[in-house]
């Protein structure tokens, strides 16, 4: 699934942005024709659904004209709508209807402010209770720092009986983040980490990741024994928070000039055109070139040299922005040399 970005502008300035590299730089948005075009490319796999990402989606102007196309198109089952959730009770007879599904970003009160934060909880109940849409609803938090906030979230999450938490580890979005070492940030996130997932499936809430998944090495074996247990006791099923691959691969968000990304975190190494492929899978394959079969060459750390895991591709090693300055020079190398010859 692809996803289109219909803004770069956005009503939250979060320091975690994984689209620093945009938002609140450009006012830019996509018109209607580009946004036609993106879901056309979207769908060139015979994939029926498609994302709405931002910035923040519900500040364009024509959302509500853009929420109509999908649902008039019958091309198009499903869309996932990602948003921080303050706006949306702006467009509810639209995303209501069953092809859409909210993933909202809760951010913490003491990040966003309390009558924002207040906004995002009211709109929340309104469609989880008077729209009955908590089965279409997921609630998610970016992992931003050490002691991060989250008793917030688990009062939501318990209050509308959610099974599933989507959790990321923040991207590094700066260069001076990415010169860390990202085991030592693992390490360092780890019991911050461990204490929000053990107090969510204490309430039989599951975790599960999206982007930056922590490595398997990072727990110990007495550590994901015990998140085991706890994720066994819910009655609910793992969807990768134990899962013993580590991986990473091309999203494909499409921006709103029609140039084509991998992902947010990587945005800035590379860029192409929906106009240079056919199909999304050969954007996905013209990234994995790029990006892919490349890091899993490149260590994250040194103590990845040897690493089974990552020889066997079963680990990437956290977010691939990590290592990007190395694939980069990598990449460099491979170009002099295809020049020579």
């Known amino acids: 699934m692809a996803n289109i970005m219909v803004t770069k502008r956005c009503n939250l300035r979060c320091s975690y942005c994984f689209a620093n590299e945009f938002v609140g730089k450009s006012t830019e948005d996509i018109s209607l024709s580009s946004f036609m075009k993106a879901i056309d490319f979207s769908l060139t796999n015979s994939d029926e659904g498609i994302g709405i990402i931002g910035g923040e989606p519900t500040v364009h102007k024509q959302f509500k004209q853009m929420l109509q196309l999908i649902i008039e198109d019958n091309r198009i089952k499903r869309c996932t709508l990602f948003t921080n959730g303050i706006l949306i009770d702006e467009y509810v007879k639209e995303l209501t209807h069953p092809k859409f599904s909210l993933l909202i970003n809760c951010n913490a009160p003491n990040d966003i402010g309390a009558n924002q934060f207040e906004k995002t909880v009211k709109n929340i109940d309104l469609f989880a209770e008077e729209y009955y849409m908590r089965d279409r609803i997921t609630l998610g938090i970016n992992m931003y720092k050490p002691n991060f906030e989250y008793q917030y979230l688990l009062e939501l999450l ?5 099974k599933y938490v989507r959790t990321s580890l923040s991207v590094p979005n700066t260069e001076q983040l ?27 809430i599951i975790p599960f990741y999206d982007c930056n998944a922590i490595p398997k090495c990072i727990f110990q074996e007495n550590e994901l024994e015990m998140l085991r247990r706890k994720l066994i006791a819910t009655g609910n099923d793992d969807r990768n928070l134990l899962s013993d691959f580590v991986t990473c691969e091309p999203v494909i968000d499409i921006l ?22 056919n199909t999304i899978f050969e954007a996905k394959a013209y990234f994995n070139n790029c990006f892919d079969t490349l890091c899993y060459q490149i260590c994250t750390d040194i103590r990845c040299k040897d690493c089974y895991e990552r020889l066997t591709m079963k680990c990437s090693g956290g977010c691939y922005a990590f290592k990007a300055n190395k694939v980069i ?4 190398i491979i170009d002099d040399i295809n020049t020579r010859n």
């Open 329 to 332: 020079e990598c990449r460099n």
């Open 178 to 204: 990415r010169r860390q070492s990202a085991l030592d940030y693992f390490y360092e996130m780890k019991p911050y980490v461990l204490n929000f997932y053990h107090d969510a499936l204490d309430v039989g």
């Open 256 to 277: 709103p000039d029609l140039s084509v990304i991998r992902c947010f975190a990587l945005s800035e190494y590379e860029k192409a055109k929906i106009s240079d492929f």
């Open 158 to 162: 318990k209050h509308h009986q959610f």
